[in-house]
């Protein structure tokens, strides 16, 4: 027991002494915020015991040299005229009162060796936030009402983000919200998709209505938007076609194969038979028994219904605004219909189980082309999608 206590002893010792040199490095490489962490972590559970004065002394200096940094940061910032150091000014308030929310908890502080409290002077930055906050909002939302009208479609993404900023600091604020979704509407790319055939078979109705089914692709987002059929109150940036070349469907046909399948079965037992022909007995004095083997022969007559179909298709993207074409993808897709039936002569068990289960008993009607071109359509989707994911669209 008394090995034990002092292995744990021990333990905590070590994972003290790694701590604070933690603290300590984080101070010397003047990474202040990471060092009054440790020591918030450390001293949160009993801070007022003699082995955790290390950590008192630590958050003490490291507190004291963070806010001195702020402020130099602060006085810099504070005296530059460029609107652009408004929000650095905010996070730093912002930051500094934070910092103070801490470790206020832990207060009072005392330190043994001097018998005083450790110092953290406390200031009030709530006028201070709020009033830079004003500044930065009111910069914002001026900002984005002067650059929205004359900004093109990434511009207008830019203004987007600074308001969802603003909207995050400062809810509702004057009219960010009408800003807001001018700026989605701006900054959105709106694609008008079409289906063309150009092969002499039709397109199944069914098939026709998925592939231009955008919000089963899982492709619209934020900035991208795809519309199958055209509304008249929206300016539509890009066109995209996907243009049926070809479909190719292979005469059905039927193959035929003779099987011929042999194997080494269990076919009962036998007695195991010492040298002068007596039955051997085991340990138990039982008789001694081994599996007897045939071998065993089948024929199976095996027919594979065939049938098989092609799609080429061309997806083709083109700018509106200026009628140049973006890109063409080929893509392609094949779907192959394979049904398996026939019967067996001779022995079942020379067939592997396997075989058998998937062997049906006779044949079934081939599938219609137009289902042949539906099923291949499906495969299709998934050959358009990764077109679409990865699409730059060139400006």
Known sequence: MRTLYFLLLVSVTLCSCSSVKKAETAINTGNFDRAIDIAIS??????????????????????????????IVLNRLQSDPNPAVLESIYETLLNMQSRQSKIRPLLPLKIFDTGKLASFPMIDYSKQVIEARTTLSNHLLESARSSLNVANTLQARVIYDDLIYLNNI?????????????ALEKGTDYIIVSLKNDTQLAIPKRL?????????????????????????????????????????????????????????????????????????????????????????KATIFQSIQQKEVTIDANIIVSNRNTGQLVDRFPVSSTFIFNYIYGRVNGDKRAI???????????????????QMIYDAGEDLKLRIKEVLTGLKLKR
């Open 42 to 71: 450390n001293l949160a559970s009993d801070k007022n015991a003699k082995r955790k004065q290390e950590y008192v002394v630590l958050l003490e200096d490291a507190f004291a040299k963070a806010v001195s940094e702020d402020q």
């Open 170 to 182: 400062n809810p509702d604020y004057k009219d960010t919200s009408q800003l807001l979704e001018k």
């Open 208 to 296: 026709d209505e998925e592939l231009l089914n955008f919000s089963t692709y899982g492709l619209n987002d934020k900035w991208t938007v795809y519309h199958n059929r055209n509304n008249d109150n929206i300016f539509y940036d890009y066109s995209l076609d996907i243009n049926f070349r070809n479909i190719i469907i292979s005469p059905e046909q039927v193959l035929q194969k003779e099987l011929q399948r042999e194997k080494q079965v269990i076919d009962g037992f036998e007695y195991e038979l010492d040298e002068r022909g007596n039955v051997k007995k085991d340990s138990l004095g039982d008789d001694i028994k081994k599996d007897k083997y045939s071998l065993v």
């Open 352 to 370: 592997d189980e396997d075989y058998l289960q998937t062997l049906n008993a006779q044949a079934i009607p081939f599938p219609t082309n137009e």
